[in-house]
């Protein structure tokens, strides 16, 4: 999605999962908990991998080389590999399964300025092309593909794509191969992204696709407003569909979110006529229902909502609570072939919104909150998110389940 002015600040943004509310796990990973990073019963630092946190030398080799060395962990409760302080210059590295990337305070992971550190990978299958031009597309700087128990975190460490000579280059149309993101998931499930800043994404910022129970939690992400498409979490607080897109969109909870300087604080597109090519079944119509976006709060906005469904396929339990938007549009929503319920919204949202939720509309409102006050299991938790599960979420995040090409 273009998103003209990209100074979007995530605070909290978290998904969270009920056992009872899924069934796409397989019998053996069921239930299980994402487990935090101080369980890990296996830490390495990735100077030990001979990685030298200058900015200058290329350390892509360590990475890869750690994380090849933690794979012997993955079925020992899995390892955490440590960056420390330090700028750590790197091209594309794989993640594995059962693993956590921490970074420390002061940590930099620095996304390489030479193309080639970034390779060619294939489109997403359901697309079938790079996004923006045909063929393939580049690798993301970090990528995990058919994985599950992934922990990225740290104490508010950076990834830094370094990606104005990627915007540049987009901008006069001399680059060969789509953009890469910074974080790529495919075909994940129990993803756990937190506590970081992400910077300077070539191309979007975060990219979980064909992925469930996906937590994105307490992150800052900064792009210059010009730069073009580096969308913070996509899908994140905007949505993009159309006719002839079909999959779904459902569950998604969003909250805690601030804004500076957009042009659409939230936009649910069910107009995004982008396909890869003119052979697509007009008849696919995609599923968009149970989105939650709640505690919003927006500075210098144009427009607060622009919420298109699509024409005999509403998008549907669409639930807006406690936002707050300075904005400079005299027509502020924009809504059509969309229902749902609101609260608490300034400015006054579009009609078709305006029936309240509370009290009679909690139920058709997607809330992971209540799922998991609702869960009976009560004991002390070993792990920080199992107890986490147990007391219910305490502070509000977004739940992003989400198969299928945005
Ligand atoms: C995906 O991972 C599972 C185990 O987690 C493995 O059995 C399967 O072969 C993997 N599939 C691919 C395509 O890598
Ligand atoms: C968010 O991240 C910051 C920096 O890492 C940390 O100090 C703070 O405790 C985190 N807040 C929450 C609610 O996790
Ligand atoms: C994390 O670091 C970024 C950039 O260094 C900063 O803008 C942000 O305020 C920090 N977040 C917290 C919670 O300390
Ligand atoms: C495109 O931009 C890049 C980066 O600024 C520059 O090196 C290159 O010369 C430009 N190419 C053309 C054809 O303008
Ligand atoms: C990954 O997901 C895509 C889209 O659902 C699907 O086409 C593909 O087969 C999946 N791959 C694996 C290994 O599960
Ligand atoms: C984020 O950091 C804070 C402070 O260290 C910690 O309490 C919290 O558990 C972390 N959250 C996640 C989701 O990693
Ligand atoms: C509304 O959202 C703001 C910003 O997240 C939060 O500080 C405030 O407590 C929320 N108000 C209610 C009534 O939930
Ligand atoms: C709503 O948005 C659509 C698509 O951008 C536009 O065509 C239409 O004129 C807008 N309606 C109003 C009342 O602004």
Known sequence: MKRPSALVDVFLVLALLSCNSWTTWSSSERCSPIYVEDIRPHSVSITEFGAVGDGVTLNTKAFQNAIFYLNSFADKGGAKLFVPAGQWLTGSFDLISHLTLWLDKDAVI????????????????????????????????????????????????TIDGQGSIWWSRFRNKTLDYTRPHLVELMNSSRVLISNLTFLNSPFWNIHPVYCSHVTVQNVTIHAPSSSPNTDGINPGIGIKTARGRGGYVRNVYISKVT?????????LNGLYKEHPDDDYNPDALPVIER????????????????????????????????????????????????????????????DPLKESIFPEHITDCYNPENLLRSSSTRNEGSSWLLSWREEGLVSPSILIDNRGEL
């Open 110 to 157: 620095l996304g390489s300025t030479n193309f080639d550190d970034w390779p060619i990978v294939d489109p997403l299958p359901s697309y079938g092309r790079g996004r923006e031009l045909p063929g393939e597309r580049h690798k993301s700087l970090i990528y995990g593909y058919n994985l599950t128990d992934v922990i990225i975190t740290g104490n508010n460490g």
């Open 259 to 267: 804004l500076d300087n957009v042009d659409i604080a939230i936009r």
């Open 291 to 350: 989105i939650t976006i709640k505690d919003v709060i927006g500075e210098n906005v144009k427009r607060a909502g622009l919420i298109q469904g699509i024409k005999g396929d509403n998008f549907l339990d669409i639930c807006l609570s406690n936002i707050t938007l300075s904005v400079t549009s005299k027509r502020p929503w924009n809504c059509s072939n969309v229902e749902g319920y609101s609260d608490l919204l300034s400015p006054e949202v579009c």
